[in-house]
């Protein structure tokens, strides 16, 4: 056999294979009439496990393509050209042919072993129920009559609802803004994708934090974008790190989360801002502000976004009510110059025709309310709650054994682990005790971490969580 698997390509040898033999009963080299070769002399042939060529009868098997006859081997299927019986699609070379790529799988396991079963849960960015705005919600759709129509709205989002969010970022965050500027999209998360579909290109080249939310997000690689990484300290991520990147890598674009930043919870510091946003106008390198989290602050401070500081139209400002409301309103928004918001746009109305009216006006005359302002202060109040009571746990079950960052706002805390330890099997032991948390090195280069959110569990689950973790970090 002159056919030899790729043993250093990231495809498995079964799968190699499979696709040999595929190919050659296509092309006759496996001519129908006669047996294929077994098993133990593929193995010996190729110099592999019987197990794998096991491994590739079977998958062949499974499409129809071969059949195996106890006593004389294994065969082409009779039926393969037939029209009585049609051929299965192979199905996994068409998954792993997708040019969109699939999450992580640790990240794929943390979010199963949630939902599959009862454990106290740290690593989920979303709020708990009772941090809802349940009863003003409820309110809102007994009381007030829909008033909008229920066809396809505006491509940019509902008009409405646009002019509330301009009045709502000016009062909360200092941001000038009109509805025509504004896009709604379905959470923080479609927008980002928007950004990369539409302003990138494969090859360009763009920086992130490091650690970040972004770090390991697929959506880069499915478009054949090239990240660099910006490390972060205390006070977020160093201007002039940045300009080396540039100078080395021509950085498109800048992806930010300065306020209470996923995962490390820093507030990128104001000499900091000042810096990067005079780097994006002298380069004309735009910014991408995440920001979730900026109106969640504990000390009582206003936070400055990076938008409100622009005066040159470089920051493309993404928010949403995920984080601060209800992740099940799936309500978002972006805030950019006119021309690339109908870009945006555009691009929204070929996905999904524009964004649900329904949830548009829930939105919409929350964000107008009262209630609006009470559940703010409610959230952050409780939030801090949270954040105290996961400090008290790790300095009560793991204090010599961990270093941290107090966060003053946000939903996450960046702890290091002092001892060495195998990141995986950690995480395993964890969920054998009913605990789950985001493994470090998903969101960043550095060795050694954890990520504990703290939005989704109330004190009392914080405390056993932690004390189920220590018992995990202990036991290896």
Not at 7 to 33: S, V
Not at 62 to 86: A, F, H, P
Not at 454 to 460: L, N, V
Request: hydrophobic share 35%.
């Amino acid at each position: 056999m002159d056919w030899k698997p790729d043993r250093k390509a990231k495809k498995a040898i079964y799968k190699q294979l499979a696709e040999y033999i595929e190919n050659g009963i296509a092309n006759g080299t496996f001519p129908p009439d006669k047996p294929l070769p077994s098993e133990r002399y593929l193995a010996k042939e190729l110099h592999v496990n019987r197990s794998t060529v096991v491994s590739a009868y079977d998958e062949l098997e499974s499409n129809g393509l071969i059949q195996r006859n106890r006593g004389s081997g294994t065969t082409i299927s009779k039926d393969i050209w037939g029209i009585t019986k049609k051929r299965i699609p192979s199905w996994n070379r068409y998954i792993e042919a997708g040019s969109f790529l699939p999450n992580l799988p640790v990240t794929q396991r943390i979010r199963k072993e949630a939902v599959e079963h009862k454990l106290i849960n740290l690593a989920s960015g979303e709020l708990s129920e009772d941090l809802f705005p349940l009863d003003s919600l409820r309110q809102i759709t007994a009381s007030r009559s829909f008033i909008g129509s229920l066809g396809y709205d505006h491509p940019q989002g509902n008009h409405i609802l646009r002019e509330t969010i301009t009045k709502h970022v000016k009062q909360f965050r200092r941001i000038e803004s009109d509805p025509s500027s504004i896009l709604i999209t379905s959470g923080a998360q479609q927008a980002l994708h928007l950004v990369v579909q539409c302003l990138l290109k494969p090859g360009d080249a763009v920086a992130l934090e490091d650690p970040s939310y972004s770090y390991n997000l697929p959506i880069f690689k499915s478009a054949g974008i090239h990240p660099y990484f910006l490390s972060v300290d205390k006070n977020g991520i160093n201007p002039d790190e940045l300009l080396t990147l540039h100078k080395k890598h021509r950085i498109k674009m800048i992806f930010l989360n300065p306020s209470f930043q996923n995962p490390t919870g820093t507030l990128l510091h104001e000499k900091q801002r000042k810096a990067i946003l005079e780097i994006s106008s002298e380069h004309g390198i735009p910014v991408v502000e995440d920001d979730p989290y900026s109106l969640t602050s504990f000390t009582g401070e206003e936070v400055t976004t990076l938008k409100s500081m622009d005066i040159h139209g470089n920051v493309l400002y993404i928010s949403s009510l995920s984080k601060i409301v209800a992740s099940g309103l799936r309500i978002g928004w972006i805030i950019g110059p006119k021309p690339v918001i109908e870009r945006l746009s555009d691009a929204k109305q070929q996905i999904d025709f524009g964004h649900a009216s329904f949830t548009q006006w829930i939105a919409n005359d929350f964000l107008e309310s009262e209630s609006f302002h009470s559940h703010i202060n409610h959230l952050v109040k409780e939030l801090e709650k949270r954040r105290d009571q996961i400090i008290t746990s790790l300095n009560f079950y793991l204090k010599e054994q961990v270093e941290f960052s107090i966060p003053q706002g946000g939903i996450h805390l960046w702890c290091r682990i002092k001892k060495d330890f195998n990141e995986m099997q950690l995480l395993e032991e964890s969920i054998k005790r009913g605990v789950i948390y985001v493994p470090g090195s998903t969101m960043g280069s550095k060795k050694g971490f954890v990520r504990f959110t703290f939005a989704r569990e109330d004190e009392e689950s914080i405390h056993e969580g932690i004390k189920r973790f220590a018992e995990a970090l202990n036991s290896l």
